[in-house]
T-cell receptor
């Protein structure tokens, strides 16, 4: 049973474009939704995270949109660059920190010049 | 801040060998550490949750006698893959946090290859 569904599986955008990655969750007890970026051979790095009490959060070029009623959240990358090419994972957990993260299957993003 | 160091980064060894992987939080005290396994082009799968001074909690299907986890201090957790076999070859990643409502920070992973 997959608790966090992520789409698309892969995405190719032109430099300067705005890739959007979507995630949907099932467990209404989840209250912490981070996004991680992973480069080949490296561990995931925390990009940005959101809690259900806000509908949007922006940090630099990265924006999370959150729809609590639909149990969906998405990542937008503004002015994407070739250096943003990586695999992106959404995740969810209860009470953040000391409870396990449930990860989506990942989206492989390629930003071409 | 919030640096998690994992060592070694790569291990290649013969079948039947036991391998120990270390996960250290360098600039914070990690009350909880997690161990994940990731196969190529797949997502991270939680193996176990480790709290300092307590026995690890293993996920269903993860053999606790095969994957020994020790969290003896607030800055160090170790994963030992005992009598490793080729099917244990994978990318093992740890994460650490310093409490509730705090994010998890990940190490750079250990690529384990069993010949």
């Amino acid at each position: 049973q997959q608790q966090v569904k992520q789409s698309p599986q892969s995405l190719i955008v032109q430099k300067g474009g705005i890739p959007i990655i979507n995630c949907a969750y099932e467990n209404t007890a989840f209250d912490y939704f981070p996004w991680y970026q992973q480069f080949p051979g490296k561990g995931p790095a925390l990009l940005i995270a959101i809690r259900p009490d806000v509908s949007e959060k922006k940090e630099g070029r990265f924006t999370i949109s959150f729809n609590k009623s639909a149990k969906q959240f998405s990542l937008h990358i503004m002015d994407s660059q070739p250096g943003d090419s990586a695999t992106y994972f959404c995740a969810a957990s209860m009470n953040s920190g000391n409870t396990p993260l449930v990860f989506g299957k990942g989206t492989r993003l390629s930003v071409i010049a | 801040g919030a640096v998690v160091s994992q060592h070694p980064s790569r291990v290649i060894c013969k079948s039947g060998t036991s391998v120990k992987i270390e996960c250290r939080s360098l600039d914070f005290q990690a009350t909880t550490m997690f161990w994940y396994r990731q196969f190529p082009k797949q997502s991270l799968m939680l193996m176990a949750t480790s709290n300092e001074g307590s026995k690890a909690t293993y996920e269903q299907g993860v053999e606790k006698d095969k994957f020994l986890i020790n969290h003896a201090s607030l800055t160090l957790s170790t994963l030992t893959v005992t009598s490793a076999h080729p099917e244990d070859s994978s990318f093992y990643i740890c994460s650490a946090t310093w409490g509730s409502n705090q994010p998890q920070h990940f190490g750079d992973g250990t690529r384990l290859s069993i010949l």
